[in-house]
């Protein structure tokens, strides 16, 4: 069974700083995915980014970007130029490859986010 | 436009009551999905449709029952409500292997 693992319960940054938030993740998969989704105080859960294991190139999404280290299993989430409005829950998941129907996310425990004035 | 819809945002019953949950995706997906989040917002799936045949179901309860009428619905409903079912829970959809899961808003549900 894949597990995923956020070690940083919290983290706190002033605005305009640049954070990165850790993941790291199981699994005898070759062929995956992996997701950061941000859940703010609204409780919506909105993807953030979105990584195939088969690309060796990091995704960016605008300020967000990840270092992706499929050897070492790693997946962090860099913010830069962090604003107010990324106060959130952040979490990492994973998703295997299966083309037969369901994807199932695991996700991680989360990283509470808070960008300070 | 809503993409995945949920109703009811908020619930409060009583220890022992019946509820139901319900689900709607306009994204034409062909799989719909029901996580629970607790109250350390650790999110877990649930259970998972695929054209209206259950593909996933993770060790829940017998009280929790899904029920999909059609592949853009998946209703949830829950039997002799416990304390501990207190949680939000998302519904979700997607598409083909390795896309996103689109979430709706979450449903609290609290049991007194």
């Known amino acids: 069974a894949q597990t995923v693992t956020q070690s940083q319960p919290e983290m706190s940054v002033q605005e305009a700083e640049t954070v990165t938030l850790s993941c790291t993740y199981d699994?005898?998969?070759?062929?995956?995915?992996l997701f950061w989704y941000k859940q703010p105080p609204s409780r919506q859960m909105i993807l953030v980014i979105r990584?195939?294991?088969?690309?060796?190139q990091n995704a960016t999404e605008n300020r967000f970007s990840v270092n992706f280290q499929k050897a070492a299993k790693s997946f962090s989430l860099k913010i830069s130029d962090s604003q107010l409005g990324d106060t959130a829950m952040y979490f990492c998941?994973?998703?295997?490859?299966?083309?037969?129907?369901?994807?199932?996310?695991?996700f991680g425990q989360g990283t509470r986010l808070t960008i300070n004035p | 436009d809503t993409a995945v819809s949920q109703t009811p945002k908020y619930l409060v019953t009583q220890m022992g009551n019946d509820k139901s949950i319900k689900c709607e995706q306009n994204?034409?997906?062909?799989?719909m999905y029901w996580y629970k989040q607790d109250s350390k917002k650790f999110l877990k799936i649930m259970f998972s449709?695929?054209?209206?045949?259950?593909?996933i179901n993770e060790t829940v309860p017998n009280r929790f029952s899904p029920k999909s009428p059609d592949k853009a619905h998946l209703n949830l409903h829950i039997n002799s409500l416990e304390l501990g079912d207190s949680a939000v829970y998302f519904c979700?959809?997607?598409?083909?292997?390795?896309?996103?899961?689109?979430f709706g808003n979450g449903t609290r549900l609290t049991v007194t």
């Open positions: 979700a959809s997607s598409q083909v292997t390795g896309f996103p899961l689109h």
């Open positions: 449709y695929n054209n209206k045949e259950l593909i």
């Open positions: 998941a994973f998703m295997k490859h299966d083309i037969e129907g369901a994807q199932k996310l695991v």
């Open positions: 990584q195939e294991a088969y690309k060796q």
């Open positions: 699994t005898s998969e070759n062929n995956y995915y």
């Open positions: 994204l034409g997906h062909d799989t």
